[in-house]
């Protein structure tokens, strides 16, 4: 067999169980306590560990001890595994499991350049693979050759987070807040970065963003497209989920709760789409 694994942040929430899809957490640290993402803390807890106390949350990667013993439960029933990790520049995991995986057989380590279901699309694609019945070097070669066509951008309600993380000074989340901006990020070469900045109410400038993606970014692979966000209100996925098939009919709109890692940078109310931008090649 070819087991497809990852790490938690790929927020495939539900799907994980569904696609027998096997998940590492990573570590997540609330002052002098550790816990492990999706395991014993949520983005819930999060929420109010910052409101009471104006401290961000710290993440951390698993030891390359605790990826080698993960891998290792499955090689020894003789599977290969394909192993997913939130980009290299975001975080160590990559190293760590990288490490792992040279002290044992079959195990293919790819570095998603991607976070949150933009690694997770490629998951996906490696699942659908695996299930038709390729062997492990043909999925890791595609899902390669594919992850720099993934679109994975998400939109902030609050500045809050990133203020708090360094990313944005005070004055600059002051003058988001009287101005309603809310500013989108864009993953670019496994890295995150401020794209368009849209201005007014949430619910009004999601529609926009999803607009501005979709017409930007043209070119879709219509089998898949997520709706990812941190605990959205359910009328505003639903208006999301409406306008993205007014545009492009995608075959499975996946709707998913980001995980602890987004959610410690981006606070409550983030939302994107997220989509691989390869139809073209592939004749969709």
């Not at 350049?113 to 690694?119: A, D, E, K, R, V």
């Not at 309600?157 to 000074?169: H, I, N, Q, V």
Request: charged share 25%.
């Amino acid at each position: 067999m070819v087991k497809i694994t990852c790490d938690s942040t790929a927020d495939l929430d539900y799907l994980f169980e569904k696609r027998n899809i096997g998940v590492l957490p990573l570590a997540v640290t609330l002052g002098d306590n550790n816990f492990y993402d999706g395991v014993d803390i949520t983005p819930p807890d999060i929420f109010e560990y910052v409101k009471k106390t104006g401290i961000l949350p710290k993440t951390a990667a698993r030891s390359e001890d605790d990826f080698y013993e993960f891998f290792k439960k499955y090689t020894d029933n003789g599977d290969s595994v394909i192993h997913f990790n939130i980009s290299s520049k975001f975080s160590a995991s990559n190293e760590m499991a990288n490490k792992a995986a040279s002290r044992l057989e079959n195990v293919y380590i790819v570095d998603s350049y991607n976070l949150s279901t933009g690694t997770g699309l490629l998951v996906l694609d490696a699942a659908d693979m695996a299930d038709s019945g390729a062997d492990a070097k043909q999925i890791f070669n595609r899902v390669n050759a594919r992850k720099d066509s993934v679109q994975a951008s998400f939109v902030v309600d609050t500045m809050e987070y990133l203020r708090k993380g360094g990313r944005c000074s005070s004055i600059a989340s002051f003058a988001a807040s009287v101005l309603k901006i809310k500013p989108s990020i864009w993953v670019k070469d496994g890295a995150m970065s401020v794209g368009k900045k849209y201005m007014g109410n949430f619910d009004k400038v999601i529609l926009k963003y999803v607009e501005d993606t979709l017409k930007t970014f043209n070119a879709p692979d219509l089998t898949r497209i997520f709706i990812t966000h941190t605990y959205a209100d359910d009328k505003t996925v639903e208006s999301v989920r409406n306008r993205i098939l007014e545009i492009a009919p995608f075959k499975e709109v996946l709707e998913t709760k980001a995980g602890c890692t987004v959610t410690s940078h981006c606070g409550k109310n983030t939302l994107g789409i997220l989509y691989i931008n390869d139809g073209e090649k592939r004749g969709n």
